[in-house]
């Protein structure tokens, strides 16, 4: 047997692994290389869940507020102008004959009863509906060719808010807080302010911790709804009070060094002594009465010609008082389910949208576009990622019989503003008549990956593993829509 590598295979050879070296090294140059796979989970301390963590890589955004609009805000009456829509205005929408969508037959193709105009140095094509935040739109980045999974409202919803159609499964901010922890020790890492008028219809789905730690759950109040049991009870003196948990505080500690390693103890003591800060801190945070007369104007919070309106106001303002001291993300509702009848108390307008959409419209507006203003002016949106969404969007035809418009998940709009993105900047589009995504279709998967990634995290390799399986926001999809990025 000879044991000589024969020369010619020894000069094939090494040219074929010279050239792989060759390959590999301009694969990694270009970043072409399949990134690595294992997770990457936060070391968490028991005994403060909350502390501060590094973020996967340079973020561009400490703290999130997502505006959400429940109820389905049509993509057709505010942000996505269809000049053909326009001129064809009464007549079919072609290739859908006998088209059956949510709630019935479809009708013929109906324009906007809102006129749009050109906004800003951009000339940014916005309706009336809304033209205080039309005003802003230099400062927006538009997702016009945003795509879902559902087009029922309570599944949508879970899936805006936590990447599943499904209830059980971690919210966006429980995600974010679980990895990135708080800088604030006295409030809540994530707090969802629920619409004046009540919950949306997904309820405590849409800021749940789903398999996550309890603990990082969002914390639910608003301007209206303040958190139960802050006050010290009757009889009971500051002192007292005080005095009574340092005792507590005291015998936990003794307890602790007794039984070391009792991470559920120490995680116990953590929340405790968080509701005792926020004792102090929610009331101060929450008192609106600090806000000067030129503010709650601004907001439109003075309005009393329109209750509803001065109460999302008051929301605006508490939501940027907790962007302000620190609060990781910040969930604001604007619609609930259902009080009142279909479209009366969100954005579910399938039977008279002039009627409801001219209610919901001055609700929403004034107050959201003094909020983003508010917080440019304070430097807020420097570090602060901008997210206003909705579950999915509109039919561009009234349904049959109606004078509204049906469900679509497969073609609708998000903005973003603020820190790591573009403005004023488009990404994607629908058809000529906003029915269907057509040019760079992005998922909702997409938009969690993007707003994940400007936090400085890793969408694919942030998971958690539970059930048999690691779980991640995104599931196994998503990619960072990288031209919006700065």
């Known amino acids: 047997m000879n044991s000589f590598l024969p020369r010619r295979k020894f000069l094939t050879e090494t040219a074929t692994g010279l050239g792989g070296i060759a390959l590999a090294s301009l694969l990694q140059q270009q970043n072409l290389l399949s990134a690595p796979s294992t997770p990457l989970r936060p070391a968490i301390d028991p005994a403060h869940p909350f502390a501060a963590r590094q973020p996967h890589h340079k973020a561009a955004a400490k703290n999130v507020l997502v505006i959400f609009c429940a109820g389905a805000c049509s993509q057709v009456d505010t942000f996505d102008y269809k000049p053909e829509l326009i001129r064809r205005d009464g007549q079919p929408l072609p290739g859908s004959e006998n088209l059956v969508t949510f ?31 039309a005003e802003l739109a230099d400062e927006m980045c538009f997702i016009h060719s945003l795509t879902g999974k559902t087009n029922t409202h309570g599944p949508g919803e879970n899936f805006m808010s936590t990447g599943n159609t499904l209830d059980g499964f971690p919210s966006m ?43 990082f759950q969002g914390t639910e109040f608003n301007a209206t709804k303040p958190l139960n049991n802050l006050q010290i009870p009757p009889g009971t003196s500051a002192n007292t009070d005080r005095v009574t948990r340092d005792f507590l505080r005291r015998l936990n500690e ?26 102090l801190s929610v009331p101060q945070v929450t008192d609106l009465t600090t806000e000067s007369k030129s503010t709650l104007k601004a907001y439109g919070a003075d309005d009393t010609t329109n209750p509803l309106k001065a109460q999302f106001a008051n929301n605006c303002i508490l939501a940027r008082r907790l962007i302000e001291q620190g609060v990781r993300f910040v ?21 008279k949208i002039v009627d409801q959409y001219s209610k919901h419209g001055p609700v929403l507006d004034q107050p959201c576009a003094a909020l983003l203003r508010d917080m440019k002016q304070r430097g807020l949106l420097e570090e602060t ?12 035809t009234f349904q049959k019989g109606a004078s509204g418009r049906d469900h679509n998940p497969d073609g609708f709009t998000a903005w973003m503003m603020g820190a790591g993105v573009k403005a004023p900047f488009t990404y994607g589009a629908t058809d000529e008549f ?7 279709v992005a998922s909702v998967y997409d938009l969690h990956a993007t707003i994940l990634h ?33």
């Open 331 to 351: 969930q604001l509702f604007n619609g609930a389910y259902q009080t009142g009848g279909e479209g009366v108390s969100n954005w579910d307008g399938h039977k």
């Open 173 to 215: 901010g429980a995600w974010t807080t679980w990895a990135l922890g708080t800088e604030n020790e006295n409030l809540p890492a994530y707090v969802a302010i629920s619409d004046p008028r009540g919950t949306p219809q997904s309820s405590v789905n849409n800021w749940g911790p789903g398999f996550l730690p309890a603990a």
């Open 254 to 279: 003794r307890h602790l060094e007794q039984f070391p390693g009792d991470s559920e103890l120490a995680a116990r003591i953590s929340s405790y002594e968080l509701a005792a800060r926020m004792q």
């Open 103 to 133: 709630q019935g037959e479809q009708g013929m193709l109906t324009k906007s009863p809102w006129k749009f105009k050109p906004r800003g140095e951009s000339g940014k094509m916005v309706s009336d509906l809304l033209p205080e935040l």
């Open 434 to 440: 906003s029915y269907r995504a057509i040019e760079n």
């Open 454 to 486: 400007l936090l400085g995290l890793n969408h694919e390799r942030l998971t958690y593993y539970y059930n048999g399986f690691e779980r991640r926001l995104t599931d196994v999809h998503g990619h960072v829509i990288k031209d919006i990025l700065v």
């Open 385 to 396: 990622l901008v997210v206003w969404v909705t579950e999915f969007g509109r039919m561009p």
